[in-house]
């Protein structure tokens, strides 16, 4: 029990990770203001971002260019590039969602003249 | 040439919805009939592809040039080529069938609304092709942030079933890029059939299950699974009635699709959870899905969300018949997932045509279509035939199948869902006609008249498809036995 603790603290990336996640899921959940509700959303995407550069990580690794031309490559001394790649085209898509998101947002807020979830489902009735 | 064919079919929607703001900006008039071109010339191109397949195997088509793991890979085999048939034809009809009914109120935003779909077109042939983990995220997200858009047009109630299937929509692609996170974590590749030489070793870790369950999860929320599913009837039913047809037959099925191919192509369906094989967690949830969807179809009044809950207790049998883990099971829920998208598409037409020709929303009003409708009335009763599975619509040689595949397997639980599913649809369609057929309304309808072609055109070509796919079911049927099949069967 107390070794698994130990491993859990030992990761704090995961433990960061699990934590972001599950409070943008709190707030999607709990809360009842449509931009919130965009923000925890956001969260999410966010912390799996995270997740996913986090294990990129290498102690004592370089940057992904080549320190010498000439010896063989170790790939101990590079850090991993292809996670922060993938990250920039999962950043690009959060922001392209969270854009229609607001657009909807700022339909609804136009139509109803409310961002309360119930108070829109009231009038939807 | 013919190896390039699949980049061709991506391209062709995609160019024409970016050249579309700039050719149609002075010519509104013109983004409908340069999208019916664009997705006709779709039609050969695929057919061509999938005789190309047939006839010299399959093709690997890697972009740039740079070769597997590092590059990115499509793979154009006899599952995504047939799929893509479907696609580009159902895109065709819808099309077609959205000139007349577009939404009026949009002026010169129309073109975008344009551009919206062909760009949906171009991302679902993303996924059917795509043969790397990230690609096929990509490509989700790009079809499901035009579907969000597309939903939001019509505005209204429109607005908020958008803005909840945004938010369930981006938790299903978060999870699902989690899962290829873990399994990225793990093999360090993210390309399919690069896994599938360095799974084997690795499928008792916890990192590939849980990966494979949060990639589940997350396709779950896009196909409407049923647990989560809640996203998809208000979605469907208050989207536009040009778009509701392409997004119900082809959005949620082209997600199964996906998921079809992580589990057998990727994982050669062999993965154990506790010493539960996923595919029979896959099996409870589509049995679920198929019950509970047909149950929650027959409390609806609105046609649309009829049909919508149909279509969800659909994907539960499509399910079914995947997960028997025998040829004949699979073959079956292909072959039913072909039927599900002609079908849903033909009967979103319907209730498009319900409420643009006739004024009709809820199945209250049906009585006022009564027999003065014979292109209404004829399809609905060939929709019904295919939807409940009778011959010799292709619906009941595709359901024929399931069941014979859960018989195979001794899996009596899935016959029984797919028997009790089939009495819930019988249920739901048999309350449709009693409202069109009981004559108590009185009211004229002098504002019918003569239904427009294009009208004519959705509605005889889905329902001589289902037709058509009912006759000619045993060489669809061999087709996909010698050349759909995955690996591992």
Redo the contacts between chains.
């Keep these: 029990m107390v070794d698994a603790f130990y491993a859990v603290f030992q990761r704090t990336n995961f433990l960061t990770f699990v934590i972001i996640f599950l409070w943008g899921f709190y707030i999607m959940v709990t809360r009842y203001n449509l931009v919130k509700k965009l923000i925890g959303m956001y969260l999410v995407q966010t912390s799996v971002i995270f997740f996913l550069v986090s294990i990129s990580a290498k102690k004592g690794a370089t940057v992904p260019v080549l320190l010498s031309t000439t010896d063989p490559v170790q790939a101990a001394n590079y850090a991993n590039p292809l996670p922060h790649v993938l990250t920039l085209t999962a950043i690009v898509v959060g922001v392209a969602t969270t854009g229609v998101g607001l657009a909807l947002c700022a339909a609804i807020y136009r139509k109803y003249g409310s961002l309360d979830e119930q108070e829109v489902l009231e009038r939807l009735e | 040439m013919s190896h390039q064919l699949p980049a061709i079919l991506f391209l062709l929607p995609l160019f024409a919805a970016i050249s579309m703001p700039v050719v149609c900006l002075k010519h509104r008039h013109w983004c409908q009939p340069i999208s019916v071109a664009i997705l006709a010339a779709m039609v050969p191109v695929s057919i061509l592809n999938l005789h190309n397949v047939i006839h010299h195997g399959e093709v690997r088509y890697v972009f740039s040039g740079w070769a597997v793991p590092l590059g990115i890979e499509w793979v154009a085999d006899g599952l995504a080529s047939i799929i893509l048939v479907l696609l580009s034809v159902l895109g065709l009809l819808g099309m077609v069938f959205s000139g007349p009914t577009s939404p009026k109120d949009l002026g010169g935003r129309i073109v975008h609304y344009y551009t919206l779909i062909l760009l949906l077109i171009s991302a679902m042939t993303g996924i059917v092709f795509s043969g790397d983990l ?1 690609n096929l ?2 490509f989700l ?1 790009v079809a ?2 035009s579907s ?2 597309l939903i ?1 047009v019509a ?3 429109a ?2 079933a ?2 909840r299937y ?2 369930l929509g ?2 299903g ?2 999870l699902y ?2 899962g290829v ?1 873990y399994l ?2 793990v093999t360090g590749t ?1 390309n399919m059939a690069d896994l599938v030489d360095k799974l084997p070793f690795l499928l008792s870790s916890k990192a590939v299950v849980g990966g494979l369950l949060f990639m589940f999860i997350g396709l779950g929320i896009k196909m409407a699974l049923v647990p989560f599913h809640s996203w998809l009837p208000e979605a469907y039913a208050n989207a536009p009635e040009s778009i509701s047809p392409i997004l119900a037959s082809l959005v949620t099925k082209v997600a199964l699709l996906a998921w079809i191919r992580i589990v057998y192509w990727v994982f050669n369906a062999s993965i154990l959870i506790n010493d539960i094989p996923i595919l029979l967690l896959v099996e409870v949830a589509g049995a679920l899905a198929a019950v509970i969807g047909a149950s929650l179809a027959l409390a609806q009044r609105n046609i649309k969300m009829i049909f919508a809950y149909g279509g969800i207790s659909h994907i539960g049998i499509i399910l079914i018949g995947i997960s028997q883990g025998n040829p004949t099971g699979f073959v079956g829920g292909v072959f039913y997932l072909l039927n599900d998208s002609v079908m849903q598409a033909g009967l979103f037409f319907l209730a498009g045509v319900a409420f643009c020709q006739y004024g009709v929303r809820t199945i209250d009003d049906l009585g006022r279509i009564g027999k003065q409708a014979p292109w209404f009335t004829g399809s609905l009763i060939v929709m019904a035939l295919g939807m409940i599975g009778l011959p010799p619509t292709g619906g009941f040689f595709g359901k024929w199948h399931i069941i014979l595949g859960a018989l195979e397997a001794g899996n009596y639980v899935s016959v029984a869902a797919v028997l009790l599913s089939t009495l819930l649809t019988l249920a739901y369609f048999a309350r449709l006609f009693e409202n069109i057929f009981r004559q108590t309304s009185t009211r004229s309808d002098a504002q019918s008249g003569e239904i427009p072609l294009s009208f004519k055109l959705a509605l005889g070509v889905t329902s001589a498809a289902i037709m058509i796919l009912g006759l000619f079911s045993s060489p669809i049927t061999q087709l996909l036995l010698s050349h759909a099949l995955p690996p591992a069967l």
Excluded: D, N, P, Q
């Design positions: 990230f995220f990509v997200e499901a942030i969000y858009a939001g505005g209204g109630r607005l908020f958008a803005f945004l938010i981006t938790l692609a978060s890029l989690l996170s990225y974590a993210l």
